[in-house]
């Protein structure tokens, strides 16, 4: 028997708005710890992994560890039933075929129940070496979203690179070059608008621009977005869900045009 | 090239190195796969910040290094984490060897590949903590010298790469950096030697295995682009469905009972293409076949259509397939194949959409790939080659063939809302997993053109022969796997020629009556027309003859047969564009306008039974019997029996007059039974334009010419032909051609024309914008041509305002004969000419006057 209970049933919907882009399916595996999920792209260049632990549901119960294959483009449809302020309960057999979300209105008023099939997906499951990585920065997770919007306006890939001075996203295209620098901001007053880069040695990596796109779906997440970087490593970006988890995308850089 | 950052987690863990040494590597569910995502470990910080950095200086070293071999992408990752080892090793602590163990996917692949064997591409360390070890162990004693060892040790894992590339066995964990280049001499000559070493190594190294370790340290690649990784990468690639004396269950490389790989087929396609002659191409279709069968008969149906380039459609289930497969005897599974063939559907999806795919695929863009196609002449090859600017997170696994066939039927069979980039996603993620020539043949098939020069004749006959060989339907393992021993090759050849017989098929329209009562009807190229006749169906059953109570009522029949557009008034055939106008699919019947009437000619299956050994005689002798003649709806082919050519001349003559398409020859009586399809004596199609005099000859100029694809990649694959009018002073577009050239004839066009090519099209050309060349040449040679027949074209201008306000004339199967030296442009045929010519056909006459009846002697 699994059994979720998150008050906060936005959340659920955000996170499902930040990875339904990127994925047409995924797994989500149920244990005693939490809820996780570990997916790539269909082109394998991005990984998603979102964690959910167990103590920031307000009511979880997992018994037996399963996973459950869904389609998250029927997820979508089932999410979009769900009102902001309502409670969602996730439910599920041992060994399940599907699974059930139940949504809640605040006063209890309205239940609403949904049943969805689940799929058997053959995935693969990916250790994730624990990096140190040469640069990590950490700002406003709504200024990232807007520098990868603007700046893929103008290419398809955007160069990365962090130095001392600094962070600058680059792009260029065939209307012209677009950079966009971000210094360390020197006073702190609140920490979610500061700039700060931790590095060790300088970074420059060049990314798709339609993966940094898709992972900004997940500002409305968290205020502030960490960017980690190494050279010939999977950039990672990661959102802290407040209380609850986090969710990670990695993304395998490009290789240099030399052909271009 | 892709190269994976991480690696699955469950694939060193699951395995651990004596099972593998021991025996094949066991698919089965990994019992701690659980656990092993789980967990994942914080890694010792310190210790990894060194092993990131020792990992960068080897990657900068190598970097280089100026020979670095293409294609062994790996190698160097691969080396300098044996680097790793044996550094650790010679540093002091001594006992601790390592092995690093290949992808668990890899070595699945392949049954023979028992041993633990490196493969260049994906390698995985089998836990964390040994190499962190020894990287403090390189950290605390790393001398000068030992980094000179190690520099020589990345270098010679390269030599070593580039030097074993045929060898089966690919680069083995040895210990012992110094030892490396000798010990490669030693691999050569002896595997027993390299084997026995493994053994050791194994064994050591899983006694400094900590148990508890559940996840594996992946190790970034640090690695520039580098080629594709050529066929040494792949333990598979030693898959030689080519190979004399094949063995249908030892040379297969995959197992009783598992998937078959896409790649074995790409492997025989491949070696197919490689060779022109056809009784080759035969041979290795054949064995291939031999092996699907023999091991995984349930993939059978999904190779033969992926050969023909079809995609069943989804209700022709495989179980259906299947029961046959056991039930019924040899013949009688052939002819169903047949029958299932047909129901077969195309599977086209747009040039630019594949070249979107791949472009996403690689990183690359679309002109490029584009500009690629120019040179290469095959979108296909351009996949193959595509180098990708994207680096992977993590190699997908092998494509299975039937995984291939499921994804193509779906791909096909989508339907709705933004269903292209539905499609292209479907496409990338199959192609990102494509290896070496797989992307060349799945795009291919994608395409709907294999171009291995390999027939639908061929595949059947392969397939016959397979079953032949290695009959289907026996218990594992199979008794009889190669028919031919111990037999005459006379006898053999004669068996397997009457089952060939059995298996091919005709291109006609057929009429297909189920004893269930549904009925399809099938075109030349097989695509289900049924929903474009609705007419046929429902009048069909009233063609039936009614008969007596003894005589047994059709229930079921295959229907020869030609549908041609009617004119009821004038009781006459209309010309063939008239039947093209028809609604191709879902036609209503109460709109249909082109009324059709339908020539039968043969009956191939009657109730049950398979007539195509009866002679055509006693054939056409029982459609005549069970079916009515109704004029204007359904007509028994009129027939002429003649042994005499003259006669045949005149009757085709005739034919023409009579609006028809032209004549089927068949012989009566001897050896009269139905080949279906095949081009021998038996049966003879005649068209007009074959017979001397009744094809038009015309001087055109070409004005432009396409680029050639496939074969003809370098020269012009067809041309744009124009007529003068002499009225506007203009040139005016009238055909495109593209046959009747030699090789050698287009070579020196494409030279020709080359010297005059213009920025743009002069401004007395006239021509529709859909048919702009890809280069536009000067007026300045006129080639006689011939062709079949001269129509209305909405697209080519010849002649307009002649016989149609707008729409001008265009020539039908034009093809090339000669270039005319002593004509200038302006002397070549002109556009009045040409519109004097089509007025002058039979059929536009036949058209005009109306008055003129024609006798249905006319029509074959």
């Not at chain 1, 901001?185 to 796109?213: G, R």
């Amino acid at each position: 028997m699994f059994e979720a209970r998150l008050v906060q049933g936005a959340l659920l919907k955000k996170i499902l708005e930040a990875i339904k882009d990127l994925l047409t399916e995924a797994s989500w595996d149920c244990a005693q710890g939490g809820i996780q999920l570990q997916a790539m792209d269909n082109s394998h260049v991005s990984l998603v992994s979102l964690t959910l632990r167990s103590d920031g549901f307000d009511k979880y119960r997992c018994d037996r560890n399963l996973t459950m294959g869904m389609n998250l483009a029927s997820m979508t449809k089932i999410m979009k039933c769900c009102g902001n302020d309502e409670i969602i309960t996730m439910k599920a057999q041992d060994e399940p075929d599907t699974v059930t979300f139940m949504f809640e209105s605040k006063n209890g008023d309205k239940i609403s129940e949904y049943e969805m099939k689940l799929m058997n997906l053959d995935q693969d499951h990916l250790g994730i070496p624990e990096t140190d990585y040469a640069c990590v920065i950490k700002m406003p997770s709504g200024e990232f979203a807007r520098i990868c919007r603007d700046l893929s306006q103008f290419g398809e890939s955007m160069v990365i690179a962090c130095s001392k001075n600094g962070i600058k996203f680059s792009t260029s295209g065939d209307i012209g070059t677009g950079n966009v620098k971000l210094a360390q901001t020197s006073s702190v007053d609140k920490e979610e608008e500061a700039v700060i880069i931790e590095m060790q040695e300088p970074v420059t990596l060049t990314f798709a621009c339609k993966y940094l796109n898709n992972f900004a779906k997940a500002t409305p997440l968290s205020p502030v977005v960490s960017l980690s970087l190494s050279p010939d490593v999977p950039l990672v970006v990661e959102y802290k869900i407040e209380d609850i988890g986090y969710v990670r995308y990695y993304l395998a850089p490009k290789i240099e045009d030399d052909d271009s | 090239m892709r190269r994976s950052f991480f690696q699955k987690a469950e694939k060193t863990l699951l395995s651990p190195p004596e099972d593998r040494n021991r025996n094949e590597p066991d698919p089965s569910t990994p019992p701690l796969r659980k656990t092993a995502r789980k967990t994942i470990p914080k890694g010792n910080g310190e210790s990894q910040k060194k092993q990131i950095a020792i990992l960068k200086e080897l990657a900068a070293q190598a970097t280089e290094k100026p020979c670095q071999s293409p294609g062994s992408d790996g190698s160097l990752s691969e080396g300098s984490k044996e680097t790793l080892s044996n550094g650790a090793t010679k540093s002091g602590k001594g006992k601790r060897k390592r092995i690093i163990y290949s992808d668990s996917e890899e070595s699945n692949d392949t049954p023979h590949s028992k041993k633990p064997s490196v493969s260049d591409e994906t390698v995985t360390t089998p836990n964390e903590s040994p190499i962190k070890k020894e990287l403090s162990d390189i950290d605390a004693e790393d001398t000068p010298k030992e980094r000179e060892n190690l520099n020589d040790e990345n270098q010679s894992k390269q030599d070593d790469a580039r030097g074993q590339s045929c060898e089966k066995s690919k680069g083995k964990k040895k210990a012992g950096a110094g030892k490396r280049r000798q010990k490669n001499g030693q691999e050569r000559n002896s595997k027993g030697t390299s084997e026995e070493d493994e053994r050791s190594d194994a064994n050591s190294s899983k006694d400094t295995r900590p148990v508890e370790q559940k996840t594996s340290a992946i190790l970034p690649f640090f690695q520039k682009k580098s080629e594709k990784p050529e066929s040494k990468d792949d333990i598979t690639s030693d898959y030689q469905p080519d190979k004399a004396q094949y063995h249908p269950i030892e040379d297969a490389c995959w197992k009783r009972g598992e998937k078959v790989p896409y790649w074995a087929l790409a492997k025989a396609l491949q070696a197919i293409e490689a060779t022109s002659s056809r009784l080759k191409m035969i041979d290795i279709l054949a064995n291939y076949f031999r092996s699907v069968m023999v091991l995984t008969p349930e993939d059978l149906l999904p190779s033969v259509y992926m050969c023909l380039n079809k995609i069943a459609p989804a209700w022709e289930g495989r179980e259906y397939m299947h029961a046959l497969f056991h039930t019924c005897c040899l013949s009688h599974f052939l002819f169903h194949f047949t029958w299932h063939l047909h129901a077969a559907q195309e599977l086209g999806v747009g040039e630019s959409h594949l070249m979107k795919a791949i472009g996403r695929a690689t990183g690359r863009s679309v002109d490029k790939i584009k500009a690629d196609i120019g040179n290469k002449g095959d979108l296909g090859i351009v996949a193959e080659t595509s180098k990708s600017h994207q680096r992977m997170m993590f190699q997908p696994p092998r494509l299975m063939l039937r995984t291939v066939f499921e994804k193509l039927k779906e791909i096909a069979l989508m339907t709705g809302h933004a269903v292209v980039n539905k499609k292209i996603e479907k496409i990338q993620g199959l192609l990102v997993a494509c290896r070496q020539s797989e992307a060349r043949y799945f795009i291919r098939s994608l395409q709907g053109k294999l171009r291995i020069g390999l027939a639908e004749q061929s595949i059947l006959q392969a397939l016959a022969q397979s079953c032949v060989l290695t009959p289907p339907g026996q218990d594992y393992p199979p008794e009889i796997l190669d028919a031919s021993k111990g037999i005459s090759s006379d006898s053999f050849k004669s068996k397997l020629e009457s089952s060939a017989l059995l298996l091919k098929t005709t291109y006609c329209i057929m009429i297909h009556l189920l004893e269930s009562g549904d009925m399809h009807i099938y075109s030349r190229n097989q695509e289900d027309n049924t929903s474009k006749y609705p007419d046929i169906i429902s009048k069909f059953k009233s063609w039936i003859a009614e008969k007596e109570n003894h005589d047994p009522q059709v229930v079921s029949c295959i229907l020869d047969s030609e549908a041609v557009a009617w004119d009821r008034e004038k009781e006459m055939i209309l010309p063939f564009q008239v039947l093209s106008t028809r609604k191709r699919k879902d036609a209503n019947e109460s709109e249909i306008k082109v009324h059709v009437c339908i020539f039968a000619f043969d009956l191939l299956y009657l109730n049950g039974e398979s007539l195509v050994k009866k002679p055509f005689l006693e054939r056409r002798q029982l459609l005549r019997t069970h079916f009515k003649d109704i004029p204007g709806e359904f007509v028994f082919a009129k027939s002429m029996d003649s042994t005499n050519t003259e006669d045949i001349a005149e009757f085709l003559e005739e034919s023409v007059k009579g609006n028809c398409e032209g004549l089927m020859v068949k012989t009566l009586e001897t050896e009269a039974s139905y080949e279906i399809a095949k081009r021998s004596h038996k049966w003879l199609k005649l068209k007009k334009d074959y017979l001397e005099g009744v094809g038009d000859t015309l001087d055109v100029v070409p004005i432009g010419g396409y680029l050639g694809k496939g074969k003809r990649t370098g020269t012009y694959g067809g041309f744009l032909l124009a007529v003068y009018d002499t009225d506007n002073e203009e040139f005016q577009t009238v055909c495109k051609i593209g046959t009747g050239f030699s090789d050698e004839q287009l070579t020196t066009h494409t030279e020709f024309f080359k010297k005059h090519l213009m920025e743009g099209p002069k401004s007395y050309y006239r021509y529709d914008s859909s048919l702009a060349p890809d280069h536009w040449f000067e007026p300045v040679q006129v080639w006689e041509i011939k062709c079949a027949d001269l129509s209305i074209s909405p697209i080519h201008k010849a002649g307009a305002g002649i016989v149609d306000p707008e729409k001008g004339i265009s020539l039908r199967f034009p093809r090339f004969l000669h270039i005319r030296d002593d004509k200038t442009p302006e002397d070549a045929t002109t556009a009045a000419q040409v519109g004097e010519m089509y007025g002058n056909q039979e059929q536009v006459k036949n058209k005009a006057s109306g008055t003129q009846k024609l006798d249905d002697e006319g029509f074959y």
